[in-house]
């Protein structure tokens, strides 16, 4: 998910005070193609091993962070039957996640199901909807919804407030930014002397923590395993 | 969900190949006020003691069923950390299904956060969303989205093809269809002499086994629980 929407989807659940922390659920599956199946180095024990986790599940816990603001969840439960290949290597798993303060949250990921990407965070008083949430369905612009206070008509046949659609455009695609950023940073470094900036290692270490407790889950007979930074 | 916007999407996935069977989620929640939290029989043991699960998660079961078929799931596994008010009842919990056939599904359900009624379904060659599946946006049309072998660019910078919206108008709302529905069912039976119709209590059924197992896995720690029809 490019820093553009990301930016403009928490500036939107600010204005609409809408508290991004009760439930959260991320989906991301795309029916890989038999070579992929046979050859890729996500699909072999001794080159990428973990498979649909280590692809798929990356983004998924990656937005599931960011939903809860990079706070990691205290435990982490495996969803039951994921399924391997015969090597051994994952090609469909899901996990949920448990947080201090009640928070849960779910994700799926796989190789074997139509590409999707769903980001869905409902707070007490909110509701964020994203479908296209690691690759846009437009080079150039991206679409959510989100909904606040949602209720009903008062015969409960029709939603008032209805949720609302939101395009937000760029100029430079996601991943020219990034490109862009990484450069800014290493610039920052060379010629004005600072110090690397840690926000993006210390995401990418969180979502790792939080990817290896799924792994130990699984490996555990989908026991809770506790995520410890 | 109305039997109107049902058929139309069956018709839709038939016409598309979708094959509706890998991966499905649904969520029903909404911010229960302080009254209900306090009087509500939903949440008086003595009364519905199923709470949130009896409540919201009887939907959830009902769709995710609608989407396999009525073949009941093999195994139901709670989702750990459900939220229970002082009197023990429900207030939010989740849980995971798996089949036989290596399909799985999640759903959760609340009193505690914002009005959210998702149902998503992945098969191997599509996708289905539909965002207001128990009471309708409007009154008088529903809204889905389907995808069919979804992709991407050759840059894979953009989806091809996109995902595409439907509208399917009715005539008369959901709830006056299933009056007349019952009405028919009763006239039939009356005046022609016919048998009673088991559609829909068979599906009532199903819909409580399933419900009772995600009880059952609540109170055995979490573990899974066979469903036996």
Known sequence: MGEWIQNQIEVMASDLEIELKS??????TFTADPSF?????????????????????WY????????????LP??????????????????ACGSSFQWEDGKVATFQGSFLSNLTMDLTVIGTE??????????????????????????FTDLVTAWNPRPSDHIVMTDLPQEVRMVRQFASLVRSIKESGAKPDNTWPTISRKTQLVLDAVKASIEKGFEPVEVVS
Do not use: M, Q
């Open 23 to 28: 439930v959260v659920h991320s989906i991301f």
């Open 37 to 57: 199946l046979k050859n890729d180095i996500r699909v072999k024990p001794d080159l990428d091993s973990l498979g649909a986790l280590g692809d798929t599940g």
């Open 60 to 71: 998924c816990i990656r937005s599931i962070l960011w939903a809860a603001n990079y706070e």
């Open 74 to 91: 205290k435990t982490v439960t495996a969803l039951r039957e994921p399924i391997f290949n015969e090597s051994g290597v994952i090609l």
């Open 126 to 151: 909110g509701t964020l909807h994203i479908n296209d949430f690691i690759i846009p369905f437009e080079e150039l612009s991206a679409t959510f919804s989100t909904a606040s206070r949602s209720g």
